[in-house]
């Protein structure tokens, strides 16, 4: 075996730098990546789990992550939902559409409701999960800037915003959590 | 040089095959990918344009094309604009978000108003563009079945439907146009 070895190239008939197999001209062509999740709730309550992997270790989150191939974005969101937290869950609409440009990217979230409660269970990427009031949202202690505004998103949908998908709060790209941090660059 | 040479295995600490190179141990990592396009008006007329590449080169399109790295879907449906029609766009709205689960792509399709209607150009990749009025759409010659369903949502749009994204039309998956045929998998 060799060593991969990659450099960025304006391959033939091309007009972005991709980066080039030194070795043999493979091209890596990448695009944005598409991020499918679901807020998820039970009784007035709404799951959360806590990631038991890098990026955002040990911070909450809601079900989520990339949407596989000849995967629809519904099938997605409820396979993470199964991954994650073993939750079956039924959506019932998209609640937003966020862009995180410097992560390159799409973010589909949407609202769901637990079927089978009894059958949560943290999968191998959580710690634990919890079933929490919106009055019990740890907002200190969330993975992702958009994890805010899912749950934030959400509660407007729930107390009756129209069901117009949001997208980004005015003003925000995703970089910076509501404390100011700034987010390190393979953060979701 | 050598010659590229990859092999469907599942790599260590991963659930899925992916194409692994054999050379190097490099994992081509895929994942669906984003079509960002719009349905561009200019007083009761909509922009159309003839695709000069494969696939279905000749057929008419709205413009649209894979989002880049770093790019929000507003930005990449206005660059599409701009590359195939030189067409300056402003956005008006979300129309659609249709899945093709077969090609693993995700479409976001936006309502558009056309801003300089005399700097129109026929693009690299357009044969040549027209602003149709919708009953001189030719819809036995479009290029894909999302372009039938964006033109027909956008009329319905156009028509009062309500400002919530439309999705693919009730069992469409986007494999077959109207009229019966098939699309091979490459297509958009």
């Known amino acids: 075996?060799?060593?991969?070895?990659?450099?960025?190239?304006?391959?033939?008939?091309d007009e972005r730098a991709r980066r080039v197999c030194d070795h043999c001209g493979f091209v890596d062509y990448q695009?944005?990546?598409?991020?499918?999740?679901?807020?998820?709730?039970?009784?007035?309550?709404?799951?959360?789990?806590?990631?038991?992997?890098?990026?955002?270790?040990?911070f909450w989150t809601i079900p989520a992550g990339y949407l596989e191939l000849n995967?629809?974005?519904?099938?997605?969101?409820?396979?993470e939902a199964a991954e994650e937290a073993t939750a079956k869950i039924a959506i019932?609409?998209?609640?937003a559409i966020y862009s995180v440009p410097r992560i390159s990217q799409v973010q589909?979230?949407?609202?769901?409701?637990?079927?089978?409660?009894?059958?949560l269970r943290a999968g191998p990427e959580t710690l634990e999960w919890r079933l929490v009031r919106p009055d019990e949202i740890p907002f200190d202690d969330l993975a992702f800037p958009s994890v805010h505004w899912a749950l934030r998103h959400d509660m407007?949908?729930?107390?009756?915003?129209?069901?117009?998908p949001f997208g980004n709060p005015e003003g925000e790209a995703g970089d910076v959590l509501p404390n100011g941090e700034r987010l390190a660059d393979e953060a979701l």
Request: with cysteine; aromatic share 2%.
């Open 1 to 13: 075996m060799i060593t991969p070895s990659f450099s960025l190239r304006i391959p033939e008939g």
């Open 92 to 95: 019932s609409r998209l609640l």
């Open 108 to 119: 589909l979230i949407f609202r769901a409701v637990l079927e089978e409660p009894e059958a």
């Open 71 to 79: 995967e629809t974005p519904e099938a997605g969101a409820m396979r």
């Open 156 to 164: 407007a949908a729930e107390a009756g915003a129209p069901p117009v």
């Open 31 to 58: 695009n944005p990546k598409i991020v499918v999740g679901s807020v998820v709730r039970h009784d007035g309550r709404i799951l959360l789990c806590r990631r038991a992997i890098e990026p955002r270790a040990g």
